[in-house]
């Protein structure tokens, strides 16, 4: 008997696509590893502000994560693949990718932060033996993670991924207005340590000193925190 070869081919393909097909692969991405839009962002075809936008993604929407390239996250959204840039959507959740690492870097970031607790703060200072408070903020992430971060508190604000503050941990960088009626504008920053305090280098005590994020003037003043 005379066995037709594709055939046989073409039957195994069928079958083993019958067992795990593609639309539960895209769900069991979706489930664990997903982003959400913190703000409205551009979805564009490329990496890039060059690449045309499909469409305007609206804050709470829920994305696939498929990866990442420089500061563009590379996503899907209801059958579409493209792409957002990071400072508009949340960090990955349950992507579990060198997520010790990540810890120990941030907690050796904190620990570093409070070897300049009392240092002076000197507008327009960024370290090492005096600080304002973005320079405090660049001085330490710098000298511990190695990465430049822009040098003012506003810059610094859209850098990195989005936090909220239910959301904070220890390491994230952390904004407030502390100008008017907190309408949003940064003025200040420092850096989340945990347990609802963060440290930071201080106009009104005139040093680096650790404060209260979880009540009083900080936590009426709060905008954003950012992890990197």
Not at 47 to 66: D, Q, W
Not at 125 to 151: E, H, M, W
């Amino acid at each position: 008997m005379k066995i037709n070869k594709s055939y046989v081919v073409a039957s195994a393909i069928i079958a083993s696509t019958s067992i795990l097909p593609l639309g539960n692969v895209e769900q069991v991405d979706a489930a664990s590893k997903t982003v959400t839009v913190e703000s409205r962002v551009n979805f564009r075809k490329g990496p890039s502000k060059k690449y045309a936008s499909m469409r305007k993604l609206h804050k709470g929407y829920k994305l696939t994560y498929l990866g990442k390239s420089g500061r563009w996250v590379k996503v899907k959204y209801n059958g579409k693949t493209g792409y957002v840039y990071d400072s508009y959507v949340s960090s990955v959740k349950g992507s579990g990718s060198n997520k010790n690492e990540s810890n120990n870097n941030k907690s050796s970031l904190v620990s570093y932060a409070k070897t300049k607790l009392g240092k002076p703060y000197v507008w327009g200072a960024q370290g090492p033996n005096s600080f304002d408070c973005s320079g405090f903020t660049y001085y330490v992430v710098k000298n511990k993670l190695g990465k430049s971060i822009p040098r003012t508190s506003t810059e610094q604000s859209r850098y990195g991924t989005y936090v909220s503050k239910g959301n904070l941990r220890a390491g994230d960088l952390v904004f407030f207005d502390t100008v008017g009626s907190n309408n949003g504008n940064v003025s200040h920053a420092g850096i989340y340590i945990g347990n609802g305090q963060f440290i930071h280098a201080s106009s009104t005590q005139k040093k680096v000193v650790i404060s209260s994020l979880a009540s009083g003037h900080y936590s009426k003043a709060f905008v954003n925190g950012r992890r990197l």
